[in-house]
């Protein structure tokens, strides 16, 4: 794929979804892949540099981290940028309203710029996949195509699948909000988490209801976010996948350990 990046410094301004600080965001032009800057360090975005994934996908190095780096990450994935300096002012990206569509806007704002080189796939050949429980993840030989399927005990969520095929991002899937329960909402908070975050950056679902008076962006809101969530950590492989990838129940445990395999497996040998 053509690698790209943009034409002027971003400068985006936003809540942090856990520790509820203000936070100042500013992707820069770049040549060299995708690069996170905190405290003067630069971090490159690789998998072997994400360091948790309990709650969100963190990037990390030599004792600094940045949290929640996934909605920009598939933000960046769904506009084509290949390579970008992304200095953030706190340990967190801000949540913004939960989803991709204003890191996308705000991309799109400044312009996107050709660096007239070319970005080579990472060709899958033999299937790769990850469990847990009744949870899995799965990467096979086949051109690029996402299936994934979700099922919550809550009524308001239920059984989804979605079937993604690299079009239509902007539209489909950057607007896709993140998700959770009520009851997940109020454990993390007494933790000292999700300090940032409401109704204005997430829909919250208590049993068989959404919470948010607008309520839902789609109808399949819920796994549309999953899809989200797993085009942006599997960006942090910095290249595009040839491959099909299937999940089911997965999170961003299983996203990241799938991506550190196929790193191992085949970044830098098996790539066209």
Not at 16 to 35: A, C, E, M, Y
Not at 114 to 143: C, Q
Not at 222 to 243: M, N, S
Request: glycine share 10%; aromatic share 6%.
């Amino acid at each position: 794929m053509e690698r790209k990046s943009v034409v002027q410094p971003v400068i985006i301004k936003g809540i942090g979804l856990h520790r509820g600080n203000l936070i100042k965001l500013t992707i820069r032009p770049h040549n060299k892949g995708i690069i996170f800057v905190r405290k003067g360090l630069k971090i490159p975005v690789k998998p072997d540099n994400i360091v948790d994934t309990r709650l969100n996908t963190t990037l990390g190095l030599r004792g600094v981290s940045i949290s929640t780096i996934e909605h920009l990450m598939s933000a960046l994935f769904g506009l084509g940028i290949t390579d970008c300096e992304v200095e953030v002012s706190g340990d967190e990206i801000p949540a913004m309203d939960g989803s991709a569509l204003p890191f996308v806007e705000h991309i799109e704002q400044a312009g996107i710029i050709s660096l007239e080189s070319e970005l080579s796939s990472i060709v899958i050949e033999s299937s790769l996949n990850v469990r847990r429980g009744d949870s899995w993840i799965e990467a096979s030989p086949g051109n690029f195509r996402v299936s994934y399927e979700i099922d919550f005990p809550e009524v308001a969520i239920g059984r989804q699948c979605l079937e993604y095929t690299g079009n239509g991002y902007v539209h489909e899937i950057a607007p896709a909000r993140t998700f959770g329960r009520l009851t997940d909402v109020e454990k993390m908070r007494a933790q000292g988490l999700a300090l940032g975050g409401g109704l204005h950056n997430a829909v919250v679902v208590d049993a068989e209801k959404v919470l948010n008076p607008e309520g839902l962006r789609f109808a399949d809101e819920f796994v549309r976010h999953k899809v989200l969530d797993i085009l942006g950590d599997l960006w942090t492989l910095g290249a595009p996948l040839e491959a099909e990838i299937r999940a089911y129940k997965a999170n961003h445990e299983l996203h990241i350990e799938l991506a550190k395999m196929i790193q191992s497996e085949y970044l830098g040998s098996n790539s066209k």
